[in-house]
Structure formats: C-alpha cells, structure tokens
C-alpha cells in the first residue's frame, strides 16, 4: 500500500487537450486537467455532459481522439485497460456473481501473478480496512448495499492502483449510507493518501468529497478549483447555477447597489442568487444598503421540515426562497438579497 | 376467491394428452417391446443381439457425440467469445452474419456438402494440394469418423453460438470493464468472467446438440455408412432390411441411455445452481 500522503502540487495525472467523438458527436472537447500526487479531484456535471468519457477514457475504455492522458510520467494515452495500472470502481459496482468477497478483491493481484498466500494476506488488509472482518467467504449476492460499495472499492484498492477512479460509486445507495459512506470514503482516500478521480452529478456529494471540482459541461471544463472557489466564486452562469445558486434575474446597477426591475438605466447584469441566502418580507419593507429587493407574489409553498420552500413570482421571473415563517399561497412578498450573496455575471447580449 | 385445481388441470389436459398420446405412449410401447420375446414372455435376448452385433457401434456413437460435442463447445466458446470482446466492429459483424448461416442447413444438405468437401478429390484436399500445403500423394479422404465429427460441429456450432452469445451478450459489460481495469487480458476475461457466467446456458445448448446428434441419421449414413457407425444407422438397418423391430427397439433403448446422460449432467448443474442460491 502506498504510505499516506497529502496533495503535493505536482500534475501526477496529466489529461492533456483531450477530446473524444462518438461518431460525429464530439463529447469531449479538448479537455485538460491535473490532478496532484494523493489528491482527489471530483468531475461534476449533469448527465451527458461527459465527465463518465473522460473518466472511461483515463481508464482505457474509450480511446481519445485528439490529445494525450500521463500518469506519473508515463503517456498511456493508447495503453489496453490492463496495461494502465489504474483501478475503476464502478456505478454497478460490477462485483462477479460467481466468486465470492474475497476472490473479487483479490482478483487484480491474481491477475499480476502475485503468490498465494501474498492475496490472502493482501485480501485480508482489506477487509479489515474496510470494516469487512469474516466476509471473506460471503457471496456477492448475501451483501448489502453498502457492503457491495466496500467490496468494490476494495477490490480497487487491493491492487494498489496508481489513481482510483470512481464513477458515481455512491449513486445506488440510500441516502443515509451514502452519507456515512461519503465520510468513511474521504477519510479512508486521505489515509491511503491515494490519487482519485470521482465523477458525480450530486454537488454536495462534490463538495464533501473533492479537494477540487472540476464542473463539466458539454464536454467542456466550465471551472476548476476548490470546493469554496466553485462554490463561492463560480465563473459563469452555469457553474453559479450548477451549485446552487439557481435563481436567476436581470438586474441593473445604478446608485449604491443593484435594483430590479432591470428597465432604469445602468449597467445590465444577470444575478444569481441561492434560496437560502434570500429572505421573504412583508411588500414595503425597506430593504437597507444595497440589498436587492424583488416584489413578488407567492405561488407555491413546500414543506422542508426545518423551513419552507416558496416560489415567488415576480414580473416574468420564477424564484425559490426559503423562509422558516408560513405563508399563504397568493400573498404579496418582497424577496430581499443581500448583496453578498448576489452571483452577477455580464447581461447576455 | 376459492381456489379451483380442476380448472387449472383442465387448462393442461390437452397439452398433457398430446404427450402422453405421442410421446409416452409409443416410448413405453417401444420399451415394452424391446423386452418381449416371440412367444410374448419377458426377454432379454434383443438386447444380447444388440450387444453381440452392435458393442462397436454403441462405443462408437457414444465417441462422436462426445468428441463432437466437446469440439461444439470450443468452437461456440471462441466465436461467441470473439463477439462478446473482440475489438473490431466490422470483423465482429461478418462473424455474426457468417456464423449463422449452418443453421438454416438441414443435415441432410449438411452430409451432402461434407461429402463433397471432405472426399479425396473433394474441394478440401484440392485446396491443400493447390496450396502447396500436401503433396497429392498424401490427399486421404475424411469420410469416417473424423467427417461425421465435422460436419455435426459445423452444423450444431452455430446453435450453441447463437445462445451462448446472446447470454454472454446479457452479461453486465461492467463486469468485463472491471476485470480488464484489473489487469485481465481478453482471454482470461474470457475464461474467468464471461463463461463462468453464461455456463448454464452453454450447457443447455451442449446437452440439446448432444441428443440431437444421437438422433441424426442422414450424417453417418451419408459419410460414413460401414461398420463402425452409429446406432441410428444400424437401428434403419434392422427395420429397413430385416423387419426387426425388437433389436431395433433395444437399439433405441441403448440411445435413449445415452441421452439420459446428458439429461443427468443438466439436471445435476441446475440442482447445484438452486444449491448455490
């Protein structure tokens, strides 16, 4: 096993202007990213927008069309599967019915020849590290959930891989287990000081796990940076919109702060803004230095337990904001944002 | 609601009648008279006949199908092998266009083309010389054993491809990702992953071509019509030539005990399968 190490800041992983087309359609367009030594970089992005393909294509299961992919120094761009050294752990997990625990994570040293009793005593690291103790002999089909998780991620890990790569691991559990298994997973990926690519479209799930996110969309990467950089300081509608800040309204500046409706003169922005960074306010309330202030009405209330949810309209605009007081559907509101949690990005033209 | 057996029974009685009128009836008709002597009393004296002249024989039928079989197998497992992780789309495309085309041979048709292929001057051994890969002097014509072998692997191969690639095909393509992420190249991917897993289903396809082969008549009797053949031969022998139903019965009978050992290999797979579970 590798000794635990930290993020060092030296490209161990290299995808160098990668680019991959099924066809005609390009999925993959010119990507590059680094990931350091011990790091973990999380790929995030809605379906299709090709964060699997550049994963699958780190793994050799897609060859790139333009571009090339290092490791550790080592161009393994046109390398088969096997010859890459890289372990996959899979959305299925794709554990095999036919062997038991311990012959799935002892596979991949069987596969490199490795002796006997050195699996064995490999297999058995595993399990204890992954809180498996006495499931050696199980079948795959007497496991859990969580437990098939582990295994799988243990069959990954046994080999020692020089990056991990998972594709959404955690996307076929309860989200309680996934909870508990997103600590566990972290803490573990720190302790083995392992380099990782995890791919998800969960933004939470992102932020807990990554020491960077790299935002994916339409084969492009839309940010990279840390988990607060992305979160704080998105680059682009998109990305704002993409963790979370989804609310989105024509502004425009004039005086001491931003203003809607957008119609005075000014210069013209797009604001995004989160629901839980705004507030509801009875219509009239002023709304203080610089915060923008939205008349609105209340269409529609959802229950969250702790708060509620509301979708205010407001001119041609839609716009949730949670709010812990109840309000009737149908009452007059003013949405009030302060203005450090306005995301304003250039008018479209 | 009250439960009615009878109607479900009714539902099955005419599917049970048809079996039993033809299929139970003549078989234990058949038995019975494999065991009945001349004066009507209980004999095993067509059995000792069928033993006496046809022992070679029945070592024999028993050798085809079993090297013919295992042959089926290793062809069925490369082809569909191939389609399940060969990497090159077109060639996997003529394969799968290719290889099905014996199916739709009728035996018969099948002895014939073997005939003109497998004979001293037939188009194998032309091919060979032509090739400069046999002198004409060493040309041997393959119409034994050894054609009977070829033309029932070419024509029962592909049925077992067919089935066995569909289940290979049904396996999650994840679990072959997984090996080759591992380090497994595509033969031990192969043999470690994609046939333990569609086992079943190449079993069943061996044990239907097994008992096919057992039954086919056209085949021995074109290729290889002289002693040793198969029993199926010997058995058209003994009704067509002689009116002996009696020994021809016990013959079907030695037949039918072959057949059950393929029964009995499937039988005893599934009963572990349902250990397992």
Same mark, same amino acid.
């Given at each position: 096993?590798? @000794?635990?190490?930290?993020?060092?800041?030296?490209?161990?992983?290299?995808?160098?202007?990668?680019?991959?087309?099924? !066809?005609?359609?390009?999925?993959?367009?010119?990507?590059?990213?680094?990931?350091?030594?011990?790091?973990?970089?999380?790929?995030?992005?809605?379906?299709?927008?090709? /964060?699997?393909?550049?994963?699958?294509?780190?793994? !050799?299961?897609?060859? %790139?069309?333009? !571009?090339?992919?290092?490791?550790? !120094?080592?161009?393994?761009?046109?390398?088969?599967?096997?010859?890459?050294?890289?372990?996959?752990?899979?959305?299925?997990?794709?554990?095999?019915?036919?062997?038991? #625990?311990?012959?799935?994570?002892?596979?991949?040293?069987?596969?490199?020849?490795?002796?006997?009793?050195?699996?064995? /005593? &490999?297999?058995?690291?595993?399990?204890?590290?992954?809180?498996?103790?006495?499931?050696?002999?199980?079948?795959?089909?007497?496991?859990?959930?969580?437990? /098939?998780?582990?295994?799988?991620? +243990?069959?990954?890990?046994?080999?020692?891989?020089?990056?991990?790569?998972?594709?959404? %691991?955690?996307?076929?559990?309860?989200?309680?287990?996934?909870?508990?298994?997103?600590?566990?997973?972290?803490?573990?990926?720190?302790?083995? *000081?392992?380099?990782?690519?995890?791919?998800?479209?969960?933004?939470?799930?992102?932020?807990?796990?990554?020491?960077?996110?790299?935002?994916?969309?339409?084969?492009?990467?839309?940010?990279? +940076?840390?988990?607060?950089?992305?979160?704080?300081?998105? #680059?682009?509608?998109?990305?704002?919109?993409?963790?979370?800040?989804?609310?989105?309204?024509?502004?425009?500046?004039?005086?001491?702060?931003?203003?809607? @409706?957008?119609? *005075?003169?000014?210069?013209?922005?797009?604001?995004?803004?989160?629901?839980? &960074?705004?507030?509801?306010? @009875?219509?009239?309330?002023?709304?203080?230095?610089?915060?923008?202030?939205?008349? *609105?009405?209340?269409?529609?209330?959802?229950?969250?337990?702790?708060?509620?949810?509301?979708?205010?309209?407001? *001119?041609?605009?839609?716009?949730?904001?949670?709010?812990?007081?109840? &309000?009737?559907?149908?009452?007059?509101?003013? #949405?009030?944002?302060?203005?450090?949690?306005?995301?304003?990005?250039?008018?479209?033209? | 609601?009250?439960?009615?057996?009878?109607?479900?029974?009714?539902?099955? =009685?005419?599917?049970? =009648?048809?079996?039993?009128?033809?299929?139970?009836?003549?078989?234990?008709?058949?038995?019975?008279?494999?065991?009945?002597?001349?004066?009507?009393?209980?004999?095993?004296?067509?059995?000792?006949?069928?033993?006496?002249?046809?022992?070679?024989?029945?070592? $024999?039928? =028993?050798?085809?199908?079993?090297?013919?079989?295992?042959?089926?197998?290793?062809?069925?497992?490369?082809?569909?092998?191939?389609?399940?992780?060969?990497?090159?789309?077109?060639?996997?495309?003529?394969?799968?266009?290719?290889?099905?085309?014996?199916? $739709?041979?009728?035996?018969?048709?099948?002895?014939?083309?073997?005939?003109?292929?497998?004979?001293?001057?037939?188009?194998?051994?032309?091919?060979?010389?032509?090739?400069?890969?046999?002198?004409?002097?060493?040309?041997?014509?393959?119409?034994?054993?050894?054609?009977?072998?070829?033309?029932?692997?070419?024509?029962?191969?592909?049925?077992?491809?067919?089935?066995?690639?569909?289940?290979?095909?049904?396996?999650?393509?994840?679990?072959?990702?997984?090996?080759?992420?591992?380090?497994?190249?595509?033969?031990?991917?192969?043999?470690?992953?994609?046939?333990?897993?569609?086992?079943?289903?190449?079993?069943?396809?061996?044990?239907?071509?097994?008992?096919?082969?057992?039954?086919?008549?056209?085949?021995?009797?074109?290729?290889?019509?002289?002693?040793?053949?198969?029993?199926?031969?010997?058995?058209?022998?003994?009704?067509?030539?002689?009116?002996?139903?009696?020994?021809?019965?016990?013959?079907?009978?030695?037949?039918?005990?072959?057949?059950?050992?393929?029964?009995?290999?499937?039988?005893?797979?599934?009963?572990?399968?349902?250990?397992?579970?």
């Amino acid at each position: 096993m590798s @000794p635990p190490s930290q993020a060092t800041g030296s490209p161990y992983l290299h995808a160098d202007a990668v680019s991959v087309s099924y !066809g005609a359609t390009r999925v993959l367009d010119r990507v590059s990213l680094t990931v350091a030594r011990g790091e973990l970089v999380a790929l995030l992005g809605s379906s299709g927008c090709g /964060k699997t393909t550049l994963l699958r294509a780190i793994a !050799g299961f897609v060859t %790139p069309t333009e !571009g090339r992919i290092v490791v550790d !120094g080592r161009d393994i761009t046109r390398l088969p599967p096997e010859a890459r050294g890289t372990a996959m752990m899979f959305q299925s997990y794709a554990l095999w019915p036919h062997m038991n #625990v311990a012959a799935n994570i002892g596979y991949g040293l069987r596969m490199r020849g490795r002796p006997r009793d050195e699996i064995a /005593k &490999r297999v058995g690291e595993m399990l204890r590290l992954l809180q498996l103790d006495g499931y050696g002999e199980r079948s795959i089909a007497a496991l859990s959930g969580g437990q /098939k998780q582990r295994v799988a991620l +243990g069959r990954a890990l046994a080999v020692d891989p020089s990056v991990l790569l998972l594709d959404e %691991p955690m996307s076929n559990l309860d989200y309680r287990v996934r909870l508990e298994l997103r600590h566990e997973l972290r803490a573990l990926q720190q302790r083995v *000081g392992i380099t990782a690519v995890y791919v998800t479209h969960d933004r939470e799930e992102a932020l807990t796990l990554a020491d960077r996110i790299a935002v994916i969309d339409a084969g492009r990467i839309a940010q990279l +940076g840390t988990p607060d950089e992305v979160f704080h300081r998105p #680059v682009s509608p998109f990305v704002a919109g993409f963790m979370g800040a989804d609310n989105a309204i024509d502004v425009v500046h004039a005086g001491d702060g931003w203003s809607w @409706p957008a119609g *005075g003169a000014g210069t013209r922005a797009r604001a995004h803004f989160r629901a839980d &960074r705004a507030r509801l306010a @009875p219509p009239g309330t002023d709304a203080g230095r610089g915060t923008l202030a939205i008349d *609105g009405a209340v269409v529609q209330r959802v229950y969250l337990g702790t708060q509620y949810r509301y979708r205010v309209h407001a *001119g041609a605009d839609d716009f949730w904001v949670d709010d812990p007081e109840r &309000r009737d559907e149908g009452a007059a509101v003013r #949405v009030l944002v302060p203005p450090d949690a306005l995301l304003v990005f250039p008018a479209a033209a | 609601m009250r439960s009615r057996p009878w109607a479900g029974l009714a539902l099955a =009685a005419p599917a049970l =009648a048809l079996v039993a009128i033809f299929f139970v009836g003549p078989l234990m008709m058949s038995a019975v008279l494999a065991f009945r002597g001349k004066d009507g009393g209980f004999t095993t004296e067509h059995f000792a006949k069928a033993f006496e002249l046809y022992s070679t024989d029945l070592l $024999f039928s =028993a050798v085809i199908v079993v090297v013919s079989t295992a042959a089926i197998g290793a062809v069925a497992i490369a082809i569909a092998g191939y389609l399940t992780l060969g990497e090159h789309p077109r060639t996997q495309a003529i394969l799968r266009w290719l290889y099905r085309w014996p199916l $739709f041979i009728p035996f018969i048709v099948t002895a014939q083309v073997m005939r003109t292929f497998l004979a001293k001057n037939g188009m194998l051994n032309h091919v060979l010389i032509g090739g400069g890969l046999i002198d004409p002097l060493q040309a041997q014509s393959l119409l034994d054993w050894r054609g009977i072998v070829i033309a029932f692997v070419w024509k029962q191969a592909p049925f077992v491809t067919l089935l066995l690639a569909g289940a290979m095909a049904a396996i999650d393509r994840q679990h072959i990702e997984a090996a080759r992420n591992l380090g497994a190249g595509r033969l031990r991917v192969l043999f470690g992953i994609v046939l333990p897993q569609s086992r079943r289903t190449l079993l069943v396809g061996l044990v239907l071509s097994f008992v096919t082969m057992l039954s086919v008549l056209s085949v021995p009797m074109m290729i290889n019509p002289n002693s040793p053949t198969m029993l199926t031969v010997d058995i058209a022998y003994r009704i067509n030539s002689h009116g002996d139903y009696a020994v021809a019965n016990a013959l079907c009978l030695m037949s039918l005990v072959l057949a059950s050992f393929g029964a009995w290999f499937y039988l005893r797979e599934a009963a572990r399968k349902v250990e397992r579970t």
